[in-house]
């Protein structure tokens, strides 16, 4: 997955090259565009908290944390990414996969002028 803008915009590349991109609205709405140009934009539900929440149709969401750092995707097989940007502009994402085991990855760096180094953590 490639993830800019913060951590609110992703793009991922499925195993047999389609991709998808998933951009998330100031108001925690998510607009999903596939390979087709076909575009779903899906409202997002407000939580007491101030975070928000927008649930697709395939069962997958997307929530966003009230300060706007941390998005938090979980596919509908059970798969969750978590992407959290720090004021100075970088990212962690870490992702856990349906079985639990976990995969992360540290983005270092700010992302608006590619200066980013990866590290992965594997368990």
């Not at 047999?16 to 934009?41: K, L, N, P, R």
């Not at 966003?64 to 979980?74: C, E, F, L, R």
Request: aromatic share 0%; charged share 15%; no cysteine.
């Amino acid at each position: 997955a490639v993830v800019s803008n913060g951590g609110h915009t992703t793009t991922v590349t499925a195993a047999d090259g389609s991709t998808a991109t998933t951009a998330v609205g100031e108001d925690g709405s998510v607009t999903i565009t596939g390979d087709s140009g076909i575009t779903t934009t899906v409202p997002a539900t407000a939580n007491d908290d101030g975070s928000t929440v927008a649930t697709n149709a395939d069962g997958s969401s997307v929530a966003v944390s009230s300060d706007g750092a941390t998005v938090t995707t979980t596919d509908a097989d059970g798969t969750v990414t978590a992407t959290t940007t720090a004021d100075d502009g970088s990212t962690t994402t870490a992702v856990t996969d349906a079985d639990g085991s976990t995969t992360s990855e540290l983005t270092v760096g700010d992302l608006t002028n590619l200066s980013s180094h990866k590290i992965w953590i594997l368990p």
